[in-house]
Each structure stands twice: as C-alpha cells, then as structure tokens.
C-alpha cells in the first residue's frame, strides 16, 4: 500500500495497484554464485513492482473505522523514525508497510508475521488467505449488508459466489 493513497484522516484506502511478487537474476552474469537468484548478494529485479488490479472491482475505496484510522497515523510515526534513523539509506518509495530502509516488504514476511501471530494467540495453524473470508463472514455476522461486504474484499456484484457460505453462516446455518 503506497502512501499516497492512504487517505487516513478522511477515513479511507484507496487501492489501484496490487504489489507483483518479486523476480530475480543473478547479478553476477557468467560467474553465478551458487545459490538460487533471490538469494545472490549481487541479485537484480527483473520484474516490475506494481501492477494495476485486474478487474475494476480490485480498483476499489475501502472506509476505515476509528481504530484502524489510529492504529495507522501511529505507524505512520514510528515510520517517520526509521526514516530519520536509517539516512540516507531511507528508499523512500512511498510504501505504508515498508522494511526498516522503507523498501518494499519481502512478500514471505507477512506469512511469517502471520504464522507468529497465530502461534502467539494459541490459534489453530491456518492459512492468511483464509482469514480474508473469516472476516467476511464476521461482517455478515454482524449484519454488514453484502455488498458492502463485497466491495471492501474486491468482488463485483453480488452472485461471484465467493462469500456463499458466510451469508449461511449469517443464517445460522452451515455449508
């Protein structure tokens, strides 16, 4: 999430771009060093960063409520620390989440931070993705209309049948 579009104190996201998982090369050319190209200390990025969203139900605004809008401009300070501490070393690329330097995150660092996160809580071992329709289902649990719903998790109109079974679940039944 860039920055930019993080439009925190009116209270909502807007997301145009998704973040492509990263490709490399070695950087050594003829000479390879032996281990796998992400993992040369000489590596170069042979793919773009970003993409637009594939559909323009992925190119969508998502309100914040008061918690998550706070959560936020905290981060957003800790952040403005880094970026002073780490210098001229600061990428500045505009990320929310960003590494230390404020590059980009390594796109396994959210499944390790997830898995620490489940183990902390003493939560059954699951996959992220899964939480996604967790708390669609929460949502509809808690009477959020379901196209309200739909649109804060990128899917067009109603009848995708993505979130079928928590709209049971809202009926007290299950799949």
Known sequence: M???KLRN???YIRIRKNRLRPKYAHGR???PCGRKAGYCPQKQQTRR???STESRAGRRTVGLPDPPI???QQHQEVQEVERIEAGTDWEGKGYVFASPTGGPLSPNTDFHVWKRLLRDAGVRDGRLHVARHTAATVLL???VPDVVVDADHG???RGSGAHAGPVHARDGKTN
Request: hydrophobic fraction near 45%; aromatic fraction near 0%; avoid cysteine.
């Open 70 to 72: 706070k959560l936020l």
């Open 2 to 4: 860039e920055a930019a």
């Open 9 to 11: 104190s009116a209270g």
């Open 141 to 143: 649990i808690l009477g």
């Open 49 to 51: 960063e970003h993409k």
């Open 29 to 31: 050319g003829d000479n």
């Open 155 to 157: 899917l067009g109109a």
